[in-house]
T-cell receptor, first 112, second 115 residues
Framework: AQSVTQLGSHVSVSEGALVLLRCNYSSSVPPYLFWYVQYPNQGLQLLLKYTTGATLVKGINGFEAEFKKSETSFHLTKPSAHMSDAAEYFCAVSGGYQKVTFGTGTKLQVIP | GAVVSQHPSWVICKSGTSVKIECRSLDFQATTMFWYRQFPKQSLMLMATSNEGSKATYEQGVEKDKFLINHASLTLSTLTVTSAHPEDSSFYIC???????????FGQGTRLTVV
């Protein structure tokens, strides 16, 4: 069984400020972890993923996430927010069989 | 990267009619595809697992007679919403895993509105 908890359904940051979106997971097997972004009325785009190896994962658009097994966390960060980052972000976990369990999503607002 | 195409991207239908949504893996074969549903302001929930050549596996609470899934070939799965009602209005999205890849690739989704 697996589950994902995203803390904060809405996050607001100023343009240029640090973006931090929190994600905690539970999984009965070694997890594969993902962050997806969804722009309004569009599908899902993969930002980054962790499978094995290096725990700090870099993705597209300047985002990165760190897998912390001891904390069962996979928080998403970006040093400097851009207006184009405004979207909804989903953390997800898979047990390796590609059936994905999603978190409830965090809507990121970037204030100019 | 692998491409999954979903059609149509949006559809409006009358209550009581049926709607078919197609999910195609364009450049790879997929023996398994997944169908998700996203209600407004909610997360994506897995509805069913589509298996090529066999019956789909539905998640608890999903009516298999209402959401008919057919996976007749290695590149195509279809979801038919039968006798649609306004409460079926949602965003439906499919994904297909690529063998040997840790990631499932998502279609662009279908926004269904039942009026």
């Amino acid at each position: 069984a697996q589950s994902v908890t995203q803390l904060g359904s809405h996050v607001s940051v100023s343009e240029g400020a640090l973006v931090l979106l929190r994600c905690n997971y539970s999984s009965s097997v070694p997890p594969y972890l993902f962050w997806y972004v969804q722009y309004p009325n569009q599908g899902l785009q993969l930002l980054l993923k962790y499978t094995t190896g290096a725990t700090l994962v870099k993705g597209i658009n300047g985002f990165e996430a760190e897998f912390k097994k001891s904390e069962t966390s996979f928080h998403l960060t970006k040093p400097s927010a851009h207006m184009s980052d405004a979207a909804e972000y989903f953390c997800a976990v898979s047990g390796g069989y590609q059936k994905v369990t999603f978190g409830t999503g965090t809507k990121l607002q970037v204030i100019p | 990267g692998a491409v999954v195409s979903q059609h149509p991207s949006w559809v409006i239908c009358k209550s009581g009619t049926s709607v078919k949504i197609e999910c195609r893996s364009l450049d790879f074969q997929a023996t398994t595809m997944f169908w998700y549903r996203q209600f407004p302001k909610q997360s994506l929930m897995l509805m069913a697992t589509s298996n090529e050549g066999s019956k789909a596996t539905y998640e608890q609470g999903v009516e298999k007679d209402k959401f008919l899934i057919n996976h007749a070939s290695l590149t195509l799965s279809t979801l038919t919403v039968t006798s649609a009602h306004p409460e079926d209005s949602s965003f439906y999205i499919c994904s297909a895993p690529l063998t040997g890849n840790t990631e499932a690739f998502f279609g662009q989704g279908t926004r269904l509105t039942v009026v």
